[in-house]
Structure formats: structure tokens, C-alpha cells
């Protein structure tokens, strides 16, 4: 990020049109066998009260990268948060307010984590994307361009854990797969493969409220998934 003493050269480009540049985040946590997004409603004008991303103007004094960290911690209290970018949306009427150009990120974070009593002074909540309202300009085609992303990133990296506490279940996790992918998953194929590549703990206790024998939990093993790598081997689910 730019230090606030920076100062912008000489107005060489005085000659020249000028346009705003936003960020916009899809914000993305796991509850209840769902992918959820957080919205909220937008608190000025234009479309003052629908629903709308968490988003903000990258300022003269920071970075894109700075811009998209500020508005999430803004948002989730969060800091180092796994993000990647979606795409940049620039069509030219996609903002009523001005000619405004939007770089959009997805994020992935632990729901039971993330702190939004900001978010919430503007009506933000948590929705299942299988309930997602209509949504302010272009921000559902965001969506659906993030969900598309998140499939083709979570089958050969395991961001999906990023969704997840620092504990899971094996059918929690699976169940967080099929929110990603959006279809069922064969329970003994996908056992089979996300054990045999070695990345998972297995704990010793137990989830036993969701049957009577109950599930082990498992952690991921980040240092297990590096030498994966070294190996030549790759993630794949």
C-alpha cells in the first residue's frame, strides 16, 4: 500500500477523461452443507437500499490490492484472508452514478470467525447463493463468475479449506465440496482420493451430534501439502 505522505506527479493527463475505479467482494463462507455470501444494503444513491457486495473506491493513496484488504477487513474484522480476483467488469453503463470501472475478488472465509457488527449497521447478512436476491448492477453476474472461478480453483488447490474451522469432519467436508461443485459427490470416491493424497489429520476426537457413533476430526496439513507438491504430485478432487 501507498504511504499516506505520497503525492501524485504532475497532471500530465490533464487532457484526458477521467474515470472512478472500485472494488467489489464476494465475500464467501460455508454454513449448513451452503455456500453463503454476505450482502448488504447499499447506504447511498444511487439504488440506495438494494441489496448490494460489499465494495468501496480505491483511494488516491493505496493500491488495488490495499483497496480490496481495506474493504474486507471494513466488512469481516479479517486480516489475511485468502482472496484471488474474479475479473474486471467495465461495461459502460454498468454504474447509474458514474462511469465506474470494478475490479472484483472473492474471498473465502471461517463464517464462526468473521465479525460483521460493521456490515451489519447497513443491513448486512448472510445469504445461501441458492437465495441470492437480485442484486445492484452487474453484482449477480460477479457472483456467478466467482462460483464458476471457485470450481475450477478448488478442484486442483485446497482453498476449499479456507471455508472451514481449523476442525472437520470428513462428511463436512464433503458436503462443502458438493456446495462448491453444486452436485452430489460419491461419498466412498471422494473418501478415497482427499485420503490418499496424505494432506489430513486425523484427531482423535469426535463429532457426535450428528449421529450416535459420531465422525473423527480431521485438520488439513499444510506442511504435508507443500511436500505433496515438491513431489511432483498435485491436488485433485
Not at 447497513?122 to 445469504?127: F, Q
Not at 478442484?155 to 479456507?162: D, E, L, Q, R, S
Not at 465440496?177 to 453444486?182: G, H
Not at 469426535?206 to 480431521?218: E, I, N
Amino acid at each position: 500500500m501507498i504511504s499516506d505522505s505520497y503525492t501524485m506527479p504532475e497532471h500530465f493527463y490533464s487532457d484526458k477523461e477521467s474515470v472512478l475505479v472500485a472494488v467489489d467482494c464476494i465475500i464467501m463462507g460455508f454454513h449448513e452443507s451452503d455456500l453463503h455470501i454476505l450482502i448488504a444494503k447499499r447506504p447511498f444513491d444511487p439504488l440506495r437500499s438494494n441489496w448490494s457486495l460489499m465494495g468501496g473506491f480505491v483511494k488516491g493513496n493505496e493500491g488495488l490490492s490495499g483497496a480490496v484488504q481495506r474493504v474486507l477487513y471494513e466488512y469481516t474484522g479479517l486480516t489475511g484472508i485468502y482472496m484471488e480476483q474474479v475479473g474486471v467488469y467495465g461495461e459502460m453503463n454498468r454504474d447509474l452514478g458514474e462511469r465506474v470501472i470494478s475490479i472484483a475478488h472473492y474471498a473465502l472465509v471461517d463464517m464462526d470467525k468473521t465479525d460483521i457488527s460493521n456490515a451489519e449497521k447497513h443491513g448486512a447478512k448472510w445469504v445461501s447463493i441458492r437465495t441470492l436476491p437480485k442484486l445492484v448492477f452487474d453484482h449477480n453476474l460477479m457472483v456467478t463468475d466467482t462460483i464458476k472461478r471457485l470450481q475450477q480453483r478448488a478442484a486442483v488447490k485446497p482453498i476449499g479449506f479456507n471455508l472451514l474451522g481449523d476442525q472437520f469432519t470428513l462428511p463436512t467436508l464433503q458436503a462443502l465440496y458438493e456446495a462448491i461443485y453444486q452436485e452430489p459427490i460419491d461419498k466412498r470416491n471422494f473418501r478415497k482420493k482427499i485420503l490418499a493424497m496424505d494432506i489430513l489429520e486425523k484427531l482423535e476426537t469426535k463429532d457426535k451430534d450428528s449421529s450416535k457413533k459420531g465422525a473423527f476430526y480431521y485438520q488439513f496439513n499444510k506442511e504435508k501439502y507443500e511436500l505433496l507438491i515438491q513431489s511432483g504430485l498435485h491436488f485433485s478432487l
